[in-house]
């Protein structure tokens, strides 16, 4: 291992330029005008992972966005088999005037990269490749037998992915699944993620009458579209944060006093979270502490609201139109189609009649969790130890990954969480970035992994 690491620090700047090149493709995967770039990104990753000497490189097209494998498995029968999951489409980059650099410009700040993907999540697959790089070019094969899959579509739910493990099965058998999507639990502070809550995406559409109409003329006789949506999202939680959907809470698994305990061992500075945000009081459902809320409890939460008149200055308009996109993050047991159906029946059961109302699901995953005694784990828990100096931490992410619990239910696999971000990475929002030294300290720690894991 002395050599390899090494060989990775000898590198750094090289890694560095490469992964700018990576970061400059605009691969956000879902609007049309960047479908080329998602193939493009995924061209990017073929040509590079032949270049560091991954066998079977192969690019499977999807219905949508395409697929790209790789494996290694030269260490023999002995040895266990790891997939590496992670992906390579990014989140639009709206709204763009509240970047400092252009989001496809990868720019050094300090000791953090700022670009769109930074983080979430082409940083994160590039430690992996890096360390793969460092095995193969100094020992001709890794220590365990590796195979890797990259998908296009993880930021819009991962539609084609499912499909994709069903049918191949046998190609992505493996012992465990190893995904760097999630961060640490805050910096200098290596972490363990074994738990993610699940996702329920769900979209309103309000139709009033056929037109827009003048709201001087018509208001006061017809029922506005955006005044029914808000009456609408104002009944969806009480002034507890209680989620007031019928049967919502049904399958919700209780915190037991062990997790209670455990999150209170984290180390949370209340005063600097709500100064880092800039908010003067923090809200949540009744009864939870933050962590708690941010981490381990069902929400619903409006994602994106739309209707009516957007420009400069005034127009009298009460719209034909309204809608609006909503999210609900999932705990353990809560399925996901299960809640979709149960907050249709709830929206249009208070939907007033006097607009016409059309709810629509488009996407979600499952919650996941993952025991944290596993000789995976406790593998993970020295590479970090080795990598970082310090002992890492466990929690639970608020986030979600739906592919995570496809992998437990198809291939059988356990996915151990190994995530180099942080918490103010702000991904998913403009400025995103990735810290440096837990880029390199992560491709340090994913070489000592495999290490680790070949011991097993």
């Not at 605009?26 to 493009?40: F, L, M, Y």
């Not at 999540?121 to 100094?138: M, P, R, T, V, Y």
């Not at 016409?356 to 995976?376: C, F, M, N, Y």
């Not at 929690?395 to 979600?400: L, Q, R, T």
Request: glycine share 8%.
């Amino acid at each position: 291992m002395d050599k390899i690491i090494k060989y990775i620090e000898s590198n750094k700047d090289r890694y560095l330029e490469e992964l700018k090149d990576f970061l400059s493709i605009p691969s956000i995967s879902n609007e049309e005008a960047h479908k080329d770039d998602v193939k493009k990104a995924c061209s990017w990753l073929e040509t590079h992972l032949k270049s560091i000497g991954l066998d079977n490189v192969t690019v499977y097209q999807t219905e949508g966005h395409p697929i790209v494998y790789a494996d290694c498995m030269k260490a023999g029968n002995d040895k266990p088999t790891v997939l590496v999951y992670g992906h390579y489409d990014v989140q639009p980059v709206d709204p763009l005037e509240l970047w400092t650099n252009p989001p496809f410009e990868p720019t050094v700040i300090g000791n953090k990269i700022y670009a769109r993907g930074s983080a979430d999540d082409k940083g994160q697959i590039f430690i992996h490749i890096k360390s793969i790089e460092a095995h193969l070019k100094n020992n001709g094969k890794l220590p365990i037998n590796l195979k890797v899959i990259f998908e296009g579509e993880e930021e819009i739910g991962s539609g084609n992915l499912y499909k994709f493990l069903e049918k191949q099965k046998e190609l992505l058998k493996a012992d465990y699944v190893v995904i760097s999507d999630t961060s640490m639990y805050k910096d200098n502070m290596p972490s363990i993620c074994y738990g993610l809550r699940g996702l329920c995406f769900m979209q309103i559409d309000i139709t009033g009458p056929n037109r827009d109409l003048h709201s001087g003329t018509f208001g006061g006789g017809v029922h506005n579209p955006i005044n029914a949506l808000a009456e609408i999202i104002s009944k969806l939680k009480d002034d507890k944060n209680k989620i007031l959907i019928d049967g919502f809470y049904d399958d919700v698994v209780a915190l037991s006093q062990n997790e209670r305990d455990e999150f209170k061992r984290l180390p949370f500075d209340e005063k600097k979270y709500k100064m880092d945000l800039e908010v003067e009081e923090l809200y949540g459902e009744d009864g939870y502490t933050t962590i708690e809320r941010v981490s381990a409890r069902p929400t619903l939460d409006c994602n994106g609201i739309w209707g009516g008149y957007q420009g400069q200055g005034a127009k009298t308009v009460l719209p034909s139109v309204a809608g609006a996109k909503v999210s609900m993050r999932l705990v353990p047991n809560q399925d996901p189609d299960k809640v979709a159906e149960l907050f249709e029946k709830y929206v249009m059961k208070i939907a007033p009649k006097s607009v016409k109302v059309k709810v629509t699901s488009l996407h979600g995953g499952k919650p996941s969790v993952t025991a944290i005694d596993t000789p995976a784990i406790k593998a993970a828990v020295k590479a970090l130890k080795d990598a970082f100096g310090v002992d890492p931490v466990f929690f639970k992410e608020g986030g979600s990954i739906p592919i995570v619990n496809s992998f437990n239910e198809v291939l059988g696999a356990d996915a151990i969480l190994l995530g180099f971000g942080l918490p103010d990475d702000n991904i998913h929002s403009p400025n995103e970035k990735f810290d440096l030294n837990n880029f390199y300290k992560g491709i340090s720690t994913v070489a000592y992994y495999y290490d680790e894991l070949s011991k097993i």
